[in-house]
């Protein structure tokens, strides 16, 4: 029907902290069945602006952006 919402073999996921002064915490949620995996699933993940590498494993994820060292992150996701 030309409505896929599916992903390619990789997509971006990119989050940024606007507080200047405050590190802060999220639970994010990894789009998985995007990917046609499941909740438990994993994908592995590339963070794009320090080239470290490791994999996701769940739906579920914490994240922690603090401006003193880096505000925002980019991370390149692939079905694992």
Do not use: C, K, Y
């Amino acid at each position: 029907d030309g409505n896929d919402e599916r992903f390619g073999d990789n997509a971006l996921l990119v989050a940024i902290n606007l507080d200047p002064s405050h590190a802060h915490e999220a639970a994010i949620d990894v789009p998985l069945w995007r990917f046609g995996l499941p909740d438990d699933g994993a994908v592995h993940v590339e963070e794009l602006t320090s080239d470290a590498h490791f994999v996701w494993h769940g739906r579920q994820q914490q994240i922690r952006l603090d401006p003193q060292q880096q505000p925002f992150a980019i991370w390149r996701l692939r079905p694992g």
